[in-house]
């Protein structure tokens, strides 16, 4: 697990699965973000935030977090 400097903040990496079925991605706010690309898990780009990284780690490797019940 990686912990940083957060000024006593909390920050929640948030993760979904979802299933592409087509279609190009459309930046709906331009002014916000420069663009959305689609990606191969097998050819992502070397620059991601670091706790997607862990996160797509995980679902390569079938960890999925479930609470105790």
Known sequence: MLY???NNKHYLNVSVVAHY???EPENMEPHK???WEWFSLDDLPKNLFEPSEGTLS???NGVIYRPAR
Do not use: H, P, Q
């Open 21 to 23: 079925n087509g279609g």
């Open 33 to 35: 973000c420069e663009r």
């Open 4 to 6: 940083i400097e957060s």
């Open 58 to 60: 995980n679902m390569k």
